[in-house]
């Protein structure tokens, strides 16, 4: 009777390693996309939540998003990796180029998606921009540098262009190296300060400001999230800033600021995990590459022109979507 007693007793604690290891199961059911930010500020933010409102239109019905900000610290990014690969997520996105590369060292058996990267090759991320690669898939757009450094040059007279970039991010190496380019081929010299993290961008930006004519923003995260010290600093220098961020220009004084619709790569970033959960491989998936103009927009500050002493023309002024004048931001 004892030995009965003691084989149900058994039984039920086998019952119930059982259930305990199906309700562990269950806390991840459904479908889980793993969101990691490199650090928020309003482009970043945007993208994520372009690939939150894409899929959440999508009709999943046990759709989860477990949203991770590294807040620009490597080191997070890589224990944020490594938590999602020990949760399993269905899919793992890496929004910036650190938190792509973390991803990608530390994921195995989950899909990994990129957004928000200029250039995926130089990050190490695949090894072509025209073919898939095993196990990753992505968004990447080419920011149009030179046009954009040309924009500036047709309002202001620029010989010595300004540039501060992060030293150990991929993207912002990169677009260092292009907007130097540029402004060689545009004949202009090109000074640049580098920085590690984004507390230093307001010292770096003091360190320019009085040997250039204009500074070039590009789409360098810890820079754009100090952007208000860069552009505080060049505001009370009475020197342009051109931001290759929109989504942050309203906030801060910039003059221009002209580049992509980042709500809008969060839609495609959206629709390209839409495809990997319906049974895509991302290794059949090249790199998408968003460079269409019309995928661009551009914001003028009014304020800032006066203040600094710069008249735009009308023309442009009439080509802008949004312009920010006594305070109030118009948009088209």
Known sequence: ??????????????????????????????????????VSHPALDAVEQGIIDDLSARGYTDLRFDRQDSTADVAAARQIASKFQADRVNVAVGIAT??????????????????AI????????????????????????RTPV?????????????????????????NAVYLAEQTEAAARELGIEFISQTITNPSEVRQATQSIIQRVDA???????????????????????????LSADPGSAETNDVLIAWGFDWYGIGRTTGELIHRILQGESPGTIPPILV??????????????AERIGISLPQSLIDSAERI????EIIRR
């Open 1 to 38: 009777m004892r030995l009965r007693i003691v084989s149900v007793m058994c039984l039920m604690l086998l019952l119930s390693g059982v259930q305990v290891f199906a309700g562990g199961s269950a806390e991840r059911e459904g479908t889980v996309i793993g969101i990691s930010k490199f």
């Open 98 to 115: 650190p938190n792509a590369q973390a991803l990608q060292s530390a994921i195995q058996g989950i899909p990994v998606v990129y957004t």
């Open 118 to 141: 200029t250039d995926p090759v130089s990050a190490g991320l695949v090894e072509a921009i025209d073919q898939g690669s095993p196990g990753i898939a992505g968004v990447t757009h």
């Open 146 to 170: 030179k046009d954009q450094i040309r924009l500036l040059m047709e309002i202001h007279d620029i010989r010595r262009l300004g540039h501060v970039y992060s030293s150990g991010e991929a």
């Open 215 to 241: 500074i070039y923003v590009s789409t360098d995260n810890q820079v754009v999230a100090a952007l208000s010290a860069l552009s505080e600093v060049a505001m009370a220098a009475g020197v342009p800033v």
């Open 291 to 304: 460079d269409d103009a019309d995928t661009m927009e551009m914001i003028l500050n009014l304020d800032v």
């Open 324 to 327: 920010i004048q006594n305070g």
